[in-house]
């Protein structure tokens, strides 16, 4: 049970921005790519910054969600996909 209940009307639809930690030299781009088909994409998945030893990369997304459901489950599918290490 959510302690701070979410007025959906005053938060969705709205655009969200994902920053993914994934392992770097992983399919996980390509498994990302598919999830993102079912979701509405504004601004693609791209690449961001490597860490520092070159472990892991960042990617980002901008995904255009129409309510809690679809947040939570776009999250789910997000941090299913192999070699995804953190999901902000």
Do not use: C, W
């Amino acid at each position: 049970m959510n302690p701070f209940p979410i007025e959906e009307s005053k938060v969705y639809p709205a655009q969200h921005h994902f920053r993914i930690i994934i392992h770097a030299g992983s399919a996980a781009a390509e498994g990302l790519a598919a999830v993102l088909r079912d979701f509405t994409v504004v601004a693609p998945l791209m690449p961001g910054q490597a860490s520092r030893q070159g472990r892991y990369q960042t990617l980002q997304v901008t995904v255009r969600l129409d309510g809690r459901d679809e947040h939570l489950r776009l999250d789910a599918a997000l941090r299913a996909v192999e070699g995804v290490r953190i999901l902000l």
